[in-house]
């Protein structure tokens, strides 16, 4: 690869704009819900997949039902998604407060990172 595309592709990197929000990973069989703050959805789903699927997770819960019911008894989705100006600026505050609310929507709901 060139120099010039090599400098292409990391500017477009540098300058993406990842969906952010609040992600869910709802158990099928028993409804809850796992909910956790995310700076690039596709990835942080993909990460905690394989975090689950390695049977390494911090929570305990959540890792259980996950070898219970596996991939399919569960449901991922996004489901509030938070509209930003800068890809630069740090968004963790706003989507903390977007998971409270989340969180308080559904009372059964608990946050993936206890």
């Known amino acids: 690869m060139n120099s010039e ?7 477009e990197y540098k300058n993406r704009r990842p969906e952010m929000g609040v992600i869910s990973f709802r158990c099928k069989a028993t409804g809850e819900s ?3 703050i995310s700076k690039d959805t596709r990835a942080d789903f993909n990460s905690l997949t394989v975090k689950l699927e ?15 019911y596996g991939q399919e008894g ?6 509030k998604v938070l509209k930003y ?12 407060e977007l998971r409270e609310k ?5 009372p059964g709901a608990s946050k993936v990172w206890r």
């Open 5 to 11: 595309r090599r400098k292409l592709l990391m500017d």
């Open 85 to 96: 100006e800068d890809p630069k600026e740090n968004y963790t505050f706003k989507l903390e």
């Open 54 to 68: 390695s049977n390494w997770h911090p929570n305990k819960k959540l890792l259980k039902l996950w070898n219970e």
């Open 74 to 79: 569960f449901e991922l989705s996004v489901i």
């Open 34 to 36: 796992f909910l956790e």
């Open 102 to 106: 989340c969180l308080q929507e559904d």
